[in-house]
T-cell receptor, first 111, second 114 residues
Framework: DAKTTQPTSMDCAEGRAANLPCNHSTISGNEYVYWYRQIHSQGPQYIIHGLKNNETNEMASLIITEDRKSSTLILPHATLRDTAVYYCIVAEKGGYQKVTFGTGTKLQVIP | GAGVSQSPRYKVTKRGQDVALRCDPISGHVSLYWYRQALGQGPEFLTYFNYEAQQDKSGLPNDRFSAERPEGSISTLTIQRTEQRDSAMYRC????????????FGQGTRLTVV
């Protein structure tokens, strides 16, 4: 069973910020939150990860609540190419074994 | 190569035949993972290796599935006596291991058992 819960789908207007939530209430102290996305039939692509502090890179920002039970992935200016399925997973650093990706959130960026 | 390479990209086989799926990870990546992905679902873990050692095979559905990575680089996932329910996208990923953070996925092999 997936250790995360995500909405099935979301829409976002092109150019606006896309905020994708994820609940991971059973996360343990040594587990990180990772975000991946999968565009059409391509392989999943790493976006960002974090432990407890907020993180930002060239693709996105990750906001993790203080109790670490939920997080939000933020795409600051969504483009049509950001239309994809976004997966939130929890795992020990580098420990992708037994990771269940779940069904993710289908983000549709609308022109 | 620059990324994880899987071959073949597409494989159609008759029920009962054996198939071998190949994964060539990123050079220097210690860990290699095999996943299976059904349509509309996220990847499902099958097995993983650190170097040549198979660390965990608990995700393999049954004993018709096996994997090896004899020299700690290229890996082969073998499915014996294929069944229609084996039809799926099979994905390989590699990472630097515990010191690394991200896994890089290949394009996958689409297996169709007819």
């Amino acid at each position: 069973d997936a250790k995360t819960t995500q909405p099935t789908s979301m829409d976002c207007a092109e150019g606006r910020a896309a905020n994708l939530p994820c609940n991971h209430s059973t996360i343990s102290g040594n587990e990180y939150v990772y975000w991946y996305r999968q565009i059409h039939s391509q392989g999943p692509q790493y976006i960002i990860h974090g432990l407890k502090n907020n993180e930002t890179n060239e693709m996105a920002s990750l906001i993790i609540t203080e109790d670490r039970k939920s997080s939000t992935l933020i795409l600051p200016h969504a483009t049509l190419r950001d239309t994809a399925v976004y997966y939130c997973i929890v795992a020990e650093k580098g420990g992708y074994q037994k990771v269940t990706f779940g069904t993710g959130t289908k983000l549709q960026v609308i022109p | 190569g620059a990324g994880v390479s899987q071959s073949p990209r597409y494989k159609v086989t008759k029920r009962g035949q054996d198939v071998a799926l190949r994964c060539d990870p990123i050079s220097g990546h210690v860990s290699l993972y095999w996943y299976r992905q059904a349509l509309g679902q996220g990847p499902e873990f099958l097995t993983y290796f650190n170097y040549e050692a198979q660390q965990d095979k608990s995700g393999l559905p049954n004993d018709r599935f096996s994997a090896e990575r004899p020299e700690g680089s290229i890996s082969t996932l073998t499915i014996q006596r294929t069944e229609q329910r084996d039809s799926a996208m099979y994905r390989c990923a590699s990472s630097l291991g515990e010191v690394g953070a991200e896994a890089f996925f290949g394009q996958g092999t689409r297996l169709t058992v007819v």
